[in-house]
């Protein structure tokens, strides 16, 4: 049982004796640790929201908030909607699914109905994204406390504040990603796993809903709750199970199916496909070998700036996994059988990275949207390790100085932060030591090469998204809109952001948006040999096909290199600015400029 669990009910420790006596004492750093959560909380709250305002810049005297782009596309979806458009991003032709998030861009439905103006609703975004990540930090406490603290040793610290500071973990929460939601759903997969198996187990409705939302928030996933489903299922979690445990997986499994099968139908109604857009887009046509190759070489990347948090890490528990290990003892092999879920799920998040060939932004932060969501259990087998090394360490003074009391026991430290009364000194300057090291390791800062960079990246002294990139947008945007009417039609490269301040009719020119691209080959042949040129879905272009079949009045951005603007001088089109102009379209309006 955890310490969490422990508090006797109307005071039954106190009638029970000493036994009692001492299950009160464990509790207290469930209730003493208060103080320090919210100071962490508020903590976050504030570096957080200064965070938010550097992803923010002033156009023409008024602030505007920007979400990264991909989130951007999803907001135009939502926004779409509302206005009447349906979920089309393009506001023309038939709708295509071109967000791999539903349950994320369903919830940028309500903000977009809020009576205030575009520049402000991403704020709206982004304040949700901080609440999601402190909730996650809570959860992940919980997670310690529940489950991986030893009776001599129950800090829950090392990973909060991990998590809590983990710079790649914030960014893509806080431009508008769905990853602080996946944290959190995450986090709770393998917590309710883990109660299910461990002690609670009337936790299975619970666990089931969790993986429906998880599903619903992205189809891929559906890889994280069958890791969770079948390690309950390996681990007896349906083993003499009751009738009420029996109701609650039907119910959650129905509730998993409905989900799954609902939506699946409301795709093939709707949108005409079996899969989301960006899946024909990133893995059709896209030979495997170069997938491998390119995710297998960004993964490394991600390694070799976490390697010394990931060593410390693997050292620790690969010799305590239940397969690699005899079982000596029935504490042991728990614990060895607790620690082998959030490895494996961190695991199978690396693999899956490797798998869809990584991310187009690897060089953004240290570690990809695929990985970064499940890093923080990465930070729970750390400060389990070092509640298994202070326990270990306790008993062996004891032992040396002859106290009395039962192996493993003594008082909890007072308010679950360093410096209890029976650690020594020497054990908390190693234990804030290591959490340290470990906040170090996780964010760059231990590398003297990027280390000045990165130190500037964590206090938001560098923005932390192209802010300028998008300011330069939005300037195109309104350019364009003193050329053209709203009812132009308007090509684009980066498709969140031009098209949700805008209300031109949109063309995708790298297929995100575009089912005829999406699946045809790439533009330039991939083979193993230049495996590094792909970058995961910019990878499809086809203008003689938009020249011929969409004919844009103007192309706000073009992609792809020389070629590309031969082609479209040779259609009649005319730069004007970054911009491409049609002459001859009834839609554009030179004159009214002074443009030549």
């Known amino acids: 049982m955890n310490p969490e669990d422990r508090v006797p009910a109307s005071g039954a420790g106190r009638r029970s004796g000493s036994a009692g006596g001492a299950a009160l004492r464990v509790a207290a750093p469930a209730r003493g640790g208060t103080a320090g959560l919210a100071a962490l909380l508020g903590a976050l709250a504030v570096w957080g929201g200064w965070f938010i305002f550097r992803t923010s810049f002033v156009i023409d005297g008024r602030r505007v908030f920007c979400l990264f782009d991909d989130a951007m596309i999803s907001m135009t979806y939502a926004r779409n909607l509302v206005e009447g458009y349906g979920l089309n991003w393009a506001r023309q032709g038939?709708?295509?699914?071109?967000?791999?998030?539903?349950?994320?861009?369903?919830?940028?439905?309500?903000?977009?109905?809020?009576?205030?103006?575009?520049e402000r609703r991403s704020l709206v975004v982004q304040v949700g994204s901080l609440a999601l990540l402190l909730v996650n930090v809570v959860l992940i406490r919980r997670l310690m406390l529940r489950h991986f603290t030893r009776p001599a040793a129950h800090h829950w610290w090392p990973a909060c504040v991990a998590t809590a500071f983990y710079y790649p973990l914030v960014f893509w929460s806080l431009v508008g990603m769905e990853t602080g939601l996946q944290a959190v759903l995450t986090t709770a997969l393998v917590l309710l796993a883990l109660d299910v198996v461990h002690g609670r187990r009337d936790r299975h409705l619970a666990l089931l809903l969790a993986g429906t939302v998880a599903v619903l928030l992205r189809p891929d996933m559906a890889l994280l709750v069958v890791a969770a489903l079948f390690y309950v299922l390996a681990n007896g979690g349906l083993r003499a199970a009751g009738p009420a445990v029996r109701r609650g997986w039907l119910l959650g499994l129905a509730a998993l199916a409905a989900a799954v099968s609902g939506y699946t139908l409301f795709r093939w109604v709707y949108f005409h496909d079996l899969l989301p857009n960006t899946y024909y887009l990133k893995l059709q046509g896209i030979p495997l070998v170069v997938r491998l190759l390119r995710g297998g070489?960004?993964?490394?990347?991600?390694?070799?700036?976490?390697?010394?948090l990931l060593l410390a890490v693997a050292i620790g528990v690969v010799p305590q996994l239940p397969w690699l290990r005899p079982r000596d003892g029935e504490s042991d092999s728990h614990w060895g059988n607790k620690l082998a879920?959030?490895?494996?799920?961190?695991?199978?998040?690396?693999?899956y990275s490797v798998y869809v060939g990584g991310d187009a932004w690897e060089e953004e932060v240290s570690a990809n949207r695929f990985v970064v969501f499940a890093m923080p259990l990465l930070f729970v087998l750390f400060n389990a390790l070092a509640n298994q090394a202070l326990a270990a360490a306790r008993r062996r003074r004891r032992r040396t100085a002859r106290?009395?009391?039962?192996?493993?026991?003594?008082?909890?430290?007072?308010?679950?932060?360093?410096?209890?009364?029976?650690?020594?000194?020497?054990?908390?300057?190693?234990?804030?030591?290591?959490?340290?090291?470990?906040?170090?390791?996780?964010?760059?800062?231990w590398q003297p090469e990027s280390a000045e960079e990165s130190w500037r990246k964590l206090a938001a002294v560098s923005r932390p998204t192209e802010a300028d990139k998008y300011r330069e947008i939005i300037g195109l945007v309104r350019l364009a809109q003193k050329l053209a009417a709203p009812s132009a039609v308007v090509a684009v490269t980066w498709a969140g952001t031009p098209a949700y301040f805008s209300d031109f009719r949109m063309v995708d020119t790298l297929g995100y948006n575009d089912r005829h691209i999406a699946r045809e080959k790439p533009a330039r042949e991939l083979t193993e040999d230049n495996f590094e040129d792909y970058v995961p879905g910019h990878a499809?272009?086809?203008?003689?096909?938009?020249?011929?079949?969409?004919?844009?009045?103007?192309?706000?951005?073009t992609w792809g290199g020389e070629e590309v603007t031969s082609a479209l001088r040779a259609h009649g089109y005319r730069r004007i600015g970054d911009l491409w102009i049609d002459p001859a379209s009834p839609r554009v309006h030179l004159g009214s400029t002074g443009a030549k």
């Open 94 to 118: 038939a709708p295509v699914e071109g967000f791999t998030h539903p349950l994320w861009t369903a919830l940028m439905v309500p903000v977009n109905a809020l009576p205030i103006g575009l």
């Open 297 to 308: 070489d960004a993964m490394l990347d991600t390694l070799r700036m976490h390697w010394p």
């Open 341 to 351: 879920l959030p490895a494996a799920v961190f695991v199978l998040c690396c693999a």
């Open 403 to 445: 106290e009395p009391g039962a192996p493993g026991g003594g008082a909890p430290d007072g308010d679950g932060f360093p410096g209890g009364p029976r650690d020594p000194l020497a054990l908390r300057c190693a234990l804030l030591a290591a959490t340290a090291a470990a906040l170090l390791a996780a964010n760059g800062l």
């Open 540 to 557: 499809k272009w086809d203008y003689a096909y938009l020249l011929r079949e969409r004919r844009p009045d103007i192309f706000l951005q």
